[in-house]
């Protein structure tokens, strides 16, 4: 190509798409940006393309014919079918305005390539000779009729379903953006959220540091203070020793009382008893006097009389004297028995 034919006649920036082969129906992307796609003159062959590239691969070339037809499937997304490179193009615009502009230059240059094609064929039709130009009139006019109508019918057919799929698949798209739309706000609300946090969870940790510091710092004073510790403890192992031997005294003590309190009650029950005894005692001792006193007048009686009566009664009363007398040491014995001391 000559320096014309390097330069561009209009260039627009879009997103590159192909129909996949496979399915008919799928966009696939070219490329992970937007390209710039061209119209160029190809001079040596009178043609007019449509040229993008992706840094080295061929995203789209395409050469225009005047059967070709550019659709504008959504604001932002047009189409054209290329029989010859046998695929479906689509591209995705900035803006509506962009698009428009494309689809303007699209025309204007199919318009283009069809007036150059017809040129040629005006100019060859003279030259040939006339018996020639009867006979290929006369046997091949209806042939060739008939096979540019049915290849012309089959593209159109072909235009149709791929029109009606670049509809379906801009829907699709539009629906698809619409969602990574949504997706985009809500990714951005949790992003200002997380950023939320993150500072939260600063505060936390700064929080965290200090309180550890602090705790680091009670650590050390437990630590210094862990001597002081041992020697209350000491102290405190001392002071239950010495309670423990006040508490073995004590037991003793209250042992001491107890029988203190029991010889005591023994005491009070040996006076109650030498009160009793020393009470008979001196009731004996009267019965006594009086028995002496009744001995004493049976002894001048009986010195005056001899009569065997007055000494039996005098044997009697002697009789009972001894018993008196006898039953006063008993309770002179126990008497003594209650003032030795008690072990």
């Not at 020793?241 to 508490?247: M, P």
């Not at 006076?271 to 008979?280: A, C, I, Q, W």
């Not at 006097?289 to 009697?316: C, G, H, I, Y």
Request: a neutral charge; one cysteine or more.
């Amino acid at each position: 190509m000559g320096d014309q034919q390097n330069q561009p006649l209009f260039t627009a920036k879009a997103h590159v798409f192909q129909i996949d082969p496979e399915t008919k129906k799928a966009w696939l992307p070219v490329g992970q940006q937007s390209l710039n796609v061209s119209f160029y003159h190809d001079v040596s062959r009178n043609a007019y393309r449509i040229i993008s590239m992706d840094g080295s691969k061929v995203a789209i070339n395409s050469t225009l014919s005047s059967s070709m037809s550019f659709a504008k499937t959504s604001q932002k997304f047009g189409q054209w079918a290329d029989p010859r490179a046998g695929t479906v193009y689509g591209l995705g615009f900035a803006n509506e305005g962009d698009l428009n502009k494309f689809m303007e230059k699209f025309n204007e240059m199919k318009e283009l390539a069809a007036r150059d094609q017809q040129q040629p064929q005006q100019q060859q039709q003279p030259q040939q000779p006339q018996q020639q130009q009867q006979q290929l009139s006369k046997n091949g006019s209806a042939d060739s009729e008939f096979r540019v109508f049915e290849e012309l019918k089959k593209e159109n057919e072909e235009l149709k379903k791929s029109l009606l799929e670049s509809k379906n698949n801009a829907r699709l798209w539009d629906g698809e953006l619409q969602t990574l739309r949504n997706n985009n706000a809500r990714l951005t609300a949790a992003l200002q959220e997380s950023s939320v946090n993150l500072d939260q969870w600063r505060k936390q940790l700064e929080a965290y540091k200090d309180e550890c510091t602090t705790l680091r710092a009670k650590l050390s004073d437990q630590e210094r203070s862990r001597g002081e510790s041992d020697k209350i403890q000491r102290q405190l192992s001392e002071v239950k020793e010495k309670l423990r031997e006040v508490e073995a005294t004590a037991q003793q003590k209250q042992e001491e009382l107890i029988r203190v309190t029991k010889k005591y009650e023994e005491a009070r029950q040996a006076e109650s008893k030498y009160e009793r005894l020393n009470s008979t005692l001196q009731l004996a001792e009267e019965d006594g006097k009086k028995l002496r006193a009744q001995v004493s007048e049976l002894q001048q009686q009986l010195s005056q009389t001899t009569r065997p009566s007055n000494k039996q009664q005098l044997e009697k009363l002697q009789q009972q004297l001894s018993a008196k007398i006898n039953e006063i040491y008993e309770m002179n014995d126990r008497l003594a028995d209650l003032l030795l001391p008690t072990s």
